[in-house]
Structure formats: C-alpha cells, structure tokens
C-alpha cells in the first residue's frame, strides 16, 4: 500500500473520514483544524492517494515521575515531571482497517518524536478502551500502574528499536 503522510492542510477533505468511533469522526470532522490553529496539537494524515486513511496528533506533556515504574526512573533526575510527548488521537479509516495504516502512523509518530528540537523523555497515550491498549501493547508501550488507560514508552527504546 502506497500511503503519504503529510502534516494536516485545510485543504483536505475532512467531512466523509470514519473509523467507526464517532468521538474519533467528530474531532477529526469539527474539532482538529482548531487545535492545529491554537498550537494545542499538531495533526499527521496519512493518505492513499487523494483519501484520508488515517490520521495522529501530537503534543508536549509531563508525566509524573511517580506514575512510572521505579526501575525506570532509578537513574533519572528526580523532577516532579518528565518531558512527554502525548499522541492525543490516532485513528484508521475503516475502508483502510486491517491493512497496517495505524502501525504506520504510529512508526511516523515516534519518528517524528525523535526528530523533536525540545527534550521528551517519552511517548505517552491514553488509550479509549481495551482494543486500543492491546495495540499499543503490541508495539512496546506499557501500562501505567496508577492509571492503566495510559501507556508509554520511553523513547530511547524507541531510538534502539527504530536503529536510529
């Protein structure tokens, strides 16, 4: 499969996207464009030719550094928070399900993570349900004991993982 990614255009046609998650749709549809334009997020859109099959946001966070396990945290600085990078929304069209697009997006993402100017110490995600966790967990991320709905990954195991 042949996909672009590109960061979001105003150009594009937003209106017929759905991943079956009307939460996902809506943002994607209404609500996107805004964050882009306030620099609450930045949006990837990865497309199949002239279709949106999918797309990701990015934006900057902290992590409490109690949230993560100790043997991570042993020979970190001990601040309060660490530098994330939180992947806000990620989203497949359904017409592209099945065939890698979010493995894609998420690849792209933890590229683009790496590449930052400013300091993150990882990838970070809320996860909407078991479905999204599992996939999440199948590319490395962990569970946060203090809230498992969130998972992360640190990025220097992205960096070894990408042989970057």
Do not use: W
């Amino acid at each position: 499969m042949n996909l672009r990614l590109v960061a979001l255009d105003n150009r594009l046609d937003r209106k017929g996207f759905s991943c079956g998650e009307e939460a996902l749709d809506r943002y994607f549809r209404e609500g996107v464009a805004q964050d882009v334009k306030r620099r609450v997020a930045s949006c990837f859109v990865a497309l199949g030719g002239t279709d949106v099959a999918g797309f990701y946001t990015l934006a900057c966070a902290g992590l409490p550094v109690s949230d993560l396990p100790e043997a991570i945290t042993r020979r970190l600085p001990r601040y309060p928070t660490l530098p994330a990078v939180r992947i806000g929304r990620l989203a497949v069209a359904q017409t592209f399900q099945g065939r890698g697009v979010g493995s894609v997006l998420l690849v792209d993402a933890m590229h683009r993570a790496l590449r930052m100017d400013v300091a993150g110490f990882t990838l970070v995600v809320d996860a909407k349900n078991e479905h999204a966790a599992s996939f999440y967990e199948h590319h490395g991320f962990m569970r946060l004991v203090s809230r498992p709905g969130t998972l992360f990954l640190p990025l220097a195991t992205v960096q070894k993982a990408l042989d970057l």
